[in-house]
């Protein structure tokens, strides 16, 4: 699976827009791109994923580059409680389905 | 459950002592992940089952380390003759089958296990 590169820190005002950018330059065809979260003392959060088109949910929008090289997470409106470690992961379809987490960008949401 | 069960929530034990560390997936999961995290460290992969067999055990760090999993449901960590780096929170996830794009994973809350 193809390595990602994240900012290791970001801070973002609360109720604004938080962007957090992930570098894949290495990814592959078939592969997807995958954000998780992690809240202080708690297991990781599914929060979107996509291949090749923009994906929203009611948690996030994900915008992928049209070489697929970069993505970017957004939190349209953040708040306190999305402080967290953001991963941003990419993985084969069809594959064990395992996920390898690297260090993620940890978000701090400030008042 | 509606999510993964994880138990203990905590373990103390001593070095030397064997534990044992369990996952409930969710119901109807087929395919089930356990990891560790150091304190402060990002997710380090340990084993992957589909259904109760388990093609990826790559992330194993040592023999003392063993999981199975039954029925096709809960699985067992076991780590035999703790030492003090095993100390860390150890998290189980599970997703359907793997295979198509959208098989997101759900975790559990973990067990943190602390070897004096």
């Known amino acids: 699976d193809a390595k990602t590169t994240q900012p290791p820190s970001m801070d973002c005002a609360e109720g604004r827009a938080a962007n957090l950018p992930c570098n894949h330059s290495t990814i592959s065809g078939n592969e997807y791109v995958y954000w998780y979260r992690q809240i202080h003392s708690q297991g990781p959060q599914y929060i979107i994923h996509g291949l090749k088109n923009n994906e929203t949910n009611e948690m996030a929008s994900l915008i992928i580059t049209e070489d697929r090289k970069s993505s970017t997470l957004i939190l349209p409106h953040a708040t306190l409680r999305d402080t967290a470690v953001y991963y941003c992961i990419v993985r084969v379809a069809g594959n064990t389905g395992k996920l390898i987490f690297g260090q993620g960008t940890t978000l701090q949401v400030k008042p | 459950g509606a999510g993964v069960s994880q138990s203990p929530s905590n373990k103390v034990t001593e070095k030397g002592k064997d534990v044992e560390l369990r996952c409930d997936p969710i119901s109807g999961h087929t395919a089930l992940y356990w990891y560790r995290q150091r304190l402060g460290q990002g997710l380090e992969f340990l084993i992957y089952?589909?259904?109760?067999?388990?093609?990826?055990k790559s992330g194993l760090p040592s023999d003392r380390f063993s999981a199975e999993r039954t029925g096709e449901s809960v699985s067992t960590l076991t780590i035999q003759r703790t030492q003090q780096e095993d100390s860390a929170v150890y998290l189980c996830?599970?997703?359907?089958?793997?295979?198509?794009?959208?098989?997101?994973?759900?975790f559990g809350e973990g067990s943190r296990l602390t070897v004096l």
């Open positions: 089952f589909q259904g109760n067999s388990a093609p990826d």
């Open positions: 996830a599970s997703s359907l089958s793997p295979g198509t794009s959208g098989r997101e994973l759900f």
